[in-house]
């Protein structure tokens, strides 16, 4: 089975620090945060991966090489201009097999095996693996009659959101989707796929994950990391 790793971000609500080092490359204890992305892939039984990158490549490369140092087989797709976040999967044209996508910028306790599994099982075109966010708003929410009397005030409620991971399974008819050259985003993908009559499933990772993009979220991860990241991913 093989992967496309999204790392040609530049990550701009990381500014300044992404101005010399690309996000996937940053920190995480002794390694890299595309290093964890890695290694969780191998322990998948994925040794195959592409690196869809562009900006600052050159720093991805010289890390990463040809992967051999990690125990897997890296090649690179290199962007000449930005694809969004779909577009760059075009690279996998003629991969027979289904195959994973995911952001390299993501930290996800999780086995990445249990999705492959869940989207065999579903027989779908794509499979989104999603995550339960329990977000608080900043501001108090009112609510209000036909009338305009008030009805009840809510005081910065928390919600819980259904969102992506950053991590998907496809099978490799959805390529057919994807127009190469095309700058195409992966939630259009997903509209796309569905509106044309496929089955796109979503599977609920369990365990914690990270949206490693901006300077409190990687505060966070960090913290994670330290206390319990690095025995259990």
Known sequence: MKALILAGGKGTRLAPFTATVPKPLFP?????????????????????????VGYLAELVEA????????????SYARETRPLGTAGPIKALKGERSDFLVMNGDVLADMDLGDLVKAHKKAGSIATICCYRKKQRSSLGMIEHDRDGYLTDYHEKPEYTHIVSTGIYCFSPEALKFIKKGEHLDLPELMIRLKDKGMK??????????????TPEDYSRALDFWEKSGRKRI
Do not use: C, P
Not at 28 to 52: C, S, W, Y
Not at 203 to 213: A, E, L, P, T
């Open 200 to 213: 796109v499933k979503v599977f609920m990772m369990k365990g914690d994950w990270f949206d490693i993009g």
């Open 28 to 52: 995480l204890g002794d390694r890299t945060i595309l290093e964890i992305v890695v290694g969780q892939l191998k322990r998948a039984g994925v040794k195959d991966m592409v690196f869809a």
């Open 63 to 74: 890390y990463f090489g040809n992967g051999r140092k990690f125990g897997v087989k890296i």
